[in-house]
């Protein structure tokens, strides 16, 4: 099981702490970092950045959102990148939900989830592999476009810079099972939001037919520390925030995750304080059970044990988000 940096996304500006977490992980043998975006910062920015200072670890977006960029804009960004970072870009996709997209990105979330997820990594893919200009009849990325409103003009292109790497990793953030078994099948690997590897039920019918190579590369908080507790709080602090509010009430997929994964009466409490205003209420709503079992929090002992149990199951990589180097050296020295 590999090891990965993942960042996030900013707060209210970049983490002056960040470079050096991540040329601690490249000097550690970490093997990729991970960025993100929400609607703040962007993800290919400060991956560039870091590009820039760093010359072996791979480089990723976890996640990049389909609705911030036509699918050739986010082929541009990655071909682009891949080629500044010497062939180190791994680019990942997620489709986000119904408020964000409409909310912040003012476009309309699909009606059908799974086919504008496969028309877009189609584009993308069409792009990187330049064999012929880019030309698909889709429902959501019709390429040249033939809406009402077009004048006809639009002629099928292909990219004029050669990708350095025409089967540059494309990853999906999937949550629901239908789109992780899509996602086995169009994409070169899945992004978990949460895994538990106590759980092993919860995703084994999507992945039932995974083919040589996939990637499986959750994300979970490590944090080497003496307080168990005190050491979930962060992790319960983003359940809140997803749970209660990366979402509408009525359509949340962060939520269904948690029902999914043994925790809906939890979820709905959570999703019910976060929505009335009561958000550290909704934050010490969230089971530890649930926080622990996602993340590796607590002293080395314990860590050690509990990363076993990820090694020991599907997972190709891990990407922790770690607030320290003394954490992700201990993981390092526990994955050898």
Not at 283 to 306: K, N, Y
Request: hydrophobic share 45%; with cysteine.
């Amino acid at each position: 099981m590999r090891l990965g940096l993942a960042l996030g996304y900013w707060g209210r500006g970049p983490d002056p702490a960040h470079l050096r977490l991540v040329t601690e992980a490249e000097d550690l043998g970490y093997h990729s970092v991970w960025t993100a975006e929400a609607w703040g910062s962007d993800a290919f920015t400060p991956l560039t950045w870091l590009a820039a200072h760093t010359s072996r670890i791979r480089l990723g977006t976890a996640i990049a959102q389909m609705a911030a960029r036509t699918p050739t804009a986010t082929a541009m960004h990655a071909l682009t990148l891949d080629h500044l970072s010497g062939g180190r870009m791994m680019l990942g996709l997620g489709l986000s939900g119904p408020q964000v997209v409409e909310g912040w990105y003012g476009r309309p979330f699909p009606s059908s989830p799974l086919t504008a997820t496969r028309e877009y990594v189609d584009v993308v893919r069409q792009v990187l592999r330049r064999k012929a200009p880019v030309a698909l009849d889709g429902r959501f990325h019709s390429h040249p476009y033939r809406g009402d409103d077009a004048t006809g003009l639009g002629k099928a292109l292909k990219p004029i810079t050669h990708p350095l790497r025409p089967d540059l990793p494309v990853l999906l953030g999937a949550e629901g099972p239908k789109n992780i078994a899509q996602t086995t099948r169009i994409a070169d690997g899945w992004l978990p939001l949460y895994w538990s590897p106590t759980r092993p039920d919860v995703y084994r019918a999507p992945l039932a037919d995974l083919p040589d190579g996939f990637v499986i590369a959750p994300m979970a908080r490590a944090k080497v520390c003496d307080d168990v507790a005190e050491g979930l709080l962060p992790v319960k602090a983003m359940l809140g925030f997803y749970i209660g509010g990366m979402g509408h009430a009525a359509r949340n997929f962060h939520a269904d995750l948690m029902a999914r994964m043994g925790y809906a009466e939890e979820a709905r409490r959570i999703q019910e304080l976060f929505l009335a205003g009561r958000k550290e209420e909704a934050v010490l709503a969230v089971p530890d059970a649930f926080a622990d079992e996602i993340s590796l929090v607590g002293p080395r002992e314990r860590i050690a044990e509990r990363l076993e149990l990820w090694r020991a199951g599907p997972v190709t990589d891990l990407l922790v988000t770690a607030p320290d180097p003394h954490t992700l050296r201990v993981l390092a020295e526990l994955n050898t």
